[in-house]
Structures are given as C-alpha cells and as structure tokens.
C-alpha cells in the first residue's frame, strides 16, 4: 500500500468509506463463515426484559445472524440492513422482517422499538446522527446493545492470523474497533452504560480459514498481497490442524449495554 493510501486510510472515518456497498463482493462468505455469538451474550442483552413483548431494530443487520439468534428467544426483529445482495441472502425467520435503511436513517417511526442493537457494525456508522436516529427510535427506558466480536490475541493461533489480516489489510483501522465506542462514552443521550465479555469459537477447516478472512471487506480478493495471504494462512493452518483438519479462532465477544436517559 502506498504512503498516500495509508494517510487516507488514517485520516478518514470508517463511516466515509462506502459501508453500504463494501459488503457486496462478500456476501457468500459472509454466509458461510461469519462467526455467531455465544448464547450467554445475547441472553445478557435481552436480561430483564419480556422476550416476547420486545421489539428490537437491529441495525446493520448483515445476513441476519443476530437477528435470528435474537428472534430465537422470541423477540420480534426489525433488521436494518442497506446492502441488498446481504438482505437478499438472509435466512428467514418468522420473526425477522428485513427493511432498507441505515443507523443514521432507518425509516422507523418515533418510540418504535425498546431494543436497538449492533452487532458488528456500529463502527461503520456516522456516530453523532446515528446515536440522535438510536435514541428517536427506543420508547421510554429503551436498551441500546453494541456488540462486537474481537479475535482473542491471547490465543496463539488467533493472534497469528490477526496478524496476517492485519499485513493484507495494510494494518486498515477498522482492525481498532475499540476506539469506536468512544462517541456512546461522551453521549448525553444515554445513560449507565455497562460492559460485558463472553468467550466464542470458531472451528473451521482450511476453506473455512480462507473464507473467514475473505468476508472481511477490507481483505484484498486478488493480486499479490492476496496470494501472499493465502500462502500464510495455508502454513498457518497445517502448523496448526488437529487430527480432524479444524483449527479455532477464539474471541472476546464484548457486549455494551445502555439506557436512554
């Protein structure tokens, strides 16, 4: 990557590098290999609510997988996705209805919901209007869950292949998701705002490897830094298969939760 491409990349919001239409070229990997969430997570986002009398938007809702997991428990989904080809890929659900629309603009009406959640996406979002948009949405005393799967560097594998995304990525700053729960820090809007972490993992076989990282929309699809990575991830894997041909990737889901004001 070059000097004048890193400069970009270190100056410019996430919101401002197309996250509607990065995801389209993904979207069969995202199916496949997209990593779920621990049980124990989306209990703790639904505790001390009624499943059944909650109404949830959940925003940037990808393929749907949290949207389903949420759904499972009862709860009555509206999934927020921009991205066609990913609405159009989802599973059905009886309780999962997909709607057009952004964090910043979901088309909902005033106190429709009293769960918004993001699950892998809220760094994608425009923090300011988004949190204005979150909070005209949620009723009295509503939930707002921001929940993030982060690989687990602790774990030796994982962190190795951190590190090959990282090296294609050309180190992109979506890989320091950290920093974007900043803005719901500072906010007025909401109040009391609790952190939580869960542990997940991922088996996969080598096109399981290939495919996770190939989801990612930040990962090269072709050319050398993609050859590159996929030499890596191939020498990663066999140093690291166990007798059934799988590997795991570990992470710390960690789930935000907070209340409007």
Same mark, same amino acid.
């Given at each position: 990557?070059?000097?004048?491409?890193?400069?970009?990349?270190?100056?410019?919001?996430?919101?401002?590098?197309?996250?509607?239409?990065?995801?389209?070229?993904?979207?069969?990997?995202?199916?496949?290999?997209?990593?779920?969430?621990?049980?124990?997570?989306?209990?703790?986002?639904?505790?001390?609510?009624?499943?059944?009398?909650?109404?949830?938007?959940?925003?940037?809702?990808?393929?749907?997988?949290?949207?389903?997991?949420?759904?499972?428990?009862?709860?009555?989904?509206?999934?927020?996705?921009?991205?066609?080809?990913?609405?159009?890929?989802?599973?059905?659900?009886? @309780?999962? /209805? !997909? *709607?057009?629309?952004?964090? %910043?603009?979901?088309? $909902? +009406?005033?106190?429709?919901?009293?769960?918004?959640?993001?699950?892998?996406?809220?760094?994608?979002?425009?923090?300011?209007?988004? @949190?204005? /948009? !979150? *909070?005209?949405?949620?009723? %009295?005393?509503?939930? $707002? +869950?921001?929940?993030?799967?982060?690989?687990?560097?602790?774990?030796?594998?994982?962190?190795?292949?951190?590190?090959?995304?990282?090296?294609?990525?050309?180190?992109?700053?979506?890989?320091?998701?950290?920093?974007?729960?900043?803005?719901?820090?500072?906010?007025?809007?909401?109040?009391?705002?609790?952190?939580?972490?869960?542990?997940?993992?991922?088996?996969?076989?080598?096109?399981?490897?290939?495919?996770?990282?190939?989801?990612?929309?930040?990962?090269?699809?072709?050319?050398?830094?993609?050859?590159?990575?996929?030499?890596?991830?191939?020498?990663?894997?066999?140093?690291?298969?166990?007798?059934?041909?799988?590997?795991?990737?570990?992470?710390?889901?960690?789930?935000?939760?907070?209340?409007?004001?």
């Amino acid at each position: 990557m070059s000097e004048q491409n890193t400069s970009y990349l270190d100056t410019t919001p996430l919101y401002a590098m197309n996250p509607v239409d990065r995801f389209s070229d993904r979207v069969g990997d995202y199916v496949k290999y997209r990593p779920s969430y621990p049980q124990a997570a989306i209990e703790r986002v639904l505790e001390g609510l009624s499943p059944s009398q909650t109404i949830a938007a959940d925003i940037g809702a990808g393929t749907g997988i949290a949207a389903r997991l949420l759904a499972e428990k009862g709860v009555r989904v509206i999934a927020i996705e921009p991205n066609a080809p990913m609405r159009q890929a989802a599973a059905p659900h009886a @309780l999962v /209805e !997909f *709607r057009d629309g952004t964090a %910043e603009t979901t088309g $909902l +009406a005033d106190a429709a919901v009293n769960l918004v959640t993001c699950f892998q996406s809220f760094h994608w979002f425009d923090p300011e209007p988004t @949190l204005l /948009e !979150f *909070r005209r949405i949620l009723s %009295e005393n509503g939930r $707002l +869950a921001v929940v993030w799967n982060e690989r687990d560097r602790h774990d030796e594998f994982t962190a190795e292949y951190t590190h090959l995304i990282k090296v294609a990525s050309g180190y992109h700053p979506a890989e320091q998701r950290r920093m974007a729960i900043e803005p719901l820090l500072r906010s007025s809007l909401f109040a009391d705002l609790q952190q939580y972490r869960f542990t997940y993992q991922q088996p996969l076989d080598f096109d399981g490897v290939v495919g996770r990282a190939m989801s990612t929309s930040y990962i090269p699809r072709a050319g050398a830094a993609y050859e590159r990575l996929i030499a890596d991830l191939r020498q990663l894997y066999a140093n690291n298969r166990n007798d059934d041909g799988f590997v795991t990737l570990v992470y710390t889901t960690s789930v935000f939760l907070t209340q409007t004001r």
